[in-house]
């Protein structure tokens, strides 16, 4: 069973091709951000030591039914480089654990051929060490900027602010096995015969 890490910049249609892949190939889609999520949740494994860690910020970090607040943490870190540091040694080792669980335990059932590790932060969290191969989903800056203004609502300023945070694009191309192209005109047709070509 191949592992495949699947990276891109914010906006470049990651969740696509994971869906696409998972939808007409035997690939398993493992989403890092839905397991940091979980595991954030009040019975998750890191919600307590995030919780310590960010105290001071108590009254804006945790909502009204005492989980913690997504968007306020993710403000939060963003202006301060050490806090974000913080975070990510909480949260990457969990990640991390549960990842090589999950792959154990569907390498032994044998149902699927490749395992899609979707994530933002591949190289940041080392995951890209556990994978036979790095997919990195390529998109223009222009439509990357479109579709998290008109997908996720960001502001022009926030579009701005996300991007500029990113790993350079010369960056993810130098280090990836294969590069997907997911600009504006691509359909689920063609991502179908790149995908296929590549696993």
Partial sequence: MKIIGLTGGIGSGKSFVAGV?????????????????????????????????????????????????RPELSKIVMNDPKLLKKLDKITHPAVIDELYTIISIEKSKGKYSAVLIETALLYEAGIDEMCDEVWYVYAPVSTRSSRLMEKRGYTPEKTEMFLKNQQSEEEFLKRADRTVPNGADVTEEDMIHIISAYL
């Fill in 21 to 69: 892949a998972e939808n007409n190939f035997p690939v398993l889609h493992i989403s890092t951000d839905e397991i940091a999520r979980r595991q954030m949740q009040k019975d998750g494994i890191s919600f307590k030591r995030v919780v310590k860690t960010f105290s001071k910020y108590t009254d804006c970090l945790l909502s009204e039914d005492g989980e913690i607040n």
